[in-house]
């Protein structure tokens, strides 16, 4: 799980030009709650440490365009410039990705292909905010995020951003519902318990708000993580894999749900290794050694039929 090292998301820290204005008070009470309730539990396994930095508390900021409104459907939902990734290690480096330059529209629909290696959640943790391009420029949704402090990035991916992993990353021994409304504690927002009850209901899991993880079938897990990822309302949903540990049924599933959300005006990026997961997509992007060698509109989209 190399997110976690390389994230740069850090627990606590405020900045203070605020525009969005929650009761600091309020806010770290209900924080503290949280974290003593779940807190164990979601620092110590894989799956919580991931959720724990993906929705960092980050403090107030301005983030332009961040209204949790989709995007103007065309307008540029991403723009890379250039944009390298360097790894060094010792005197060797590595160069996942390699002066890469794309945009992508607000409204897409993108998969992201290529073999073990060349570059792909790379690409996606730098989509995602979860990390800074070595060289080269980033823009999101009209914000540059190349200079962005690390509670700038966070505010960014909660605001903006809805994740979604291959191994579903949701915390255990945390009922659904619960997990569903983690995010909304670091965003500050209220009415949590309500919206995340219907996000669970959107998903088609208004059956099993109580449900601990393990309690649910794979697909299941990975509903819940979808209702954790678009309760915010983000304006874009990155999901690395989000169908490589499901069945062709529970794949069939995710995509339709990725798809309604797509419909909705959400720009989806989705990284797979399987080529009838990517012929839903609107736009295929392929990667090899950190290059972009392909980027095509299928000319025969798959539709998913009810
Ligand atoms: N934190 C890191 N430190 C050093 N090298 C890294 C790090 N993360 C990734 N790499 C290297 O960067 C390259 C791209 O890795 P990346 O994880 O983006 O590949 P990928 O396309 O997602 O592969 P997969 O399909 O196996 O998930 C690989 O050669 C990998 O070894
Ligand atoms: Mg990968």
Known sequence: MGVIARSRGAVGGHHG????????????????????????RSTSTVAGRMAWQLFTPCGDLRVEGGDGKPGVIGGKMIELDGVSKIYRMGDIELRALNNVSLKIDSGDLVAMMGPSGSGKSTMMNILGCLDVPTDGAYRLDGNDVGGLSDNALAEIRNRKIGFVFQSFNLIPRTSAVRNVELPMVYAGMGGRRDKAVEALERVGLGGRVKHMPNELSGGQQQRVAIARAIVTDPVMILADEPTGNLDSTSTVEIMKLLIELNDSGRTVILITHEDEVASF??????????????????????????
């Open 281 to 306: 997509a609107k736009r295929v992007i392929t990667l090899r050694d950190g290059e972009i060698v392909r980027d095509e509109i299928p000319r025969n989209r798959a539709a998913i039929t009810p």
């Open 17 to 40: 030009c605020g525009v969005r204005t929650y009761p600091q008070s309020d806010r770290l009470e209900t924080l503290r709650s949280f974290i003593y309730t779940i807190g164990e």
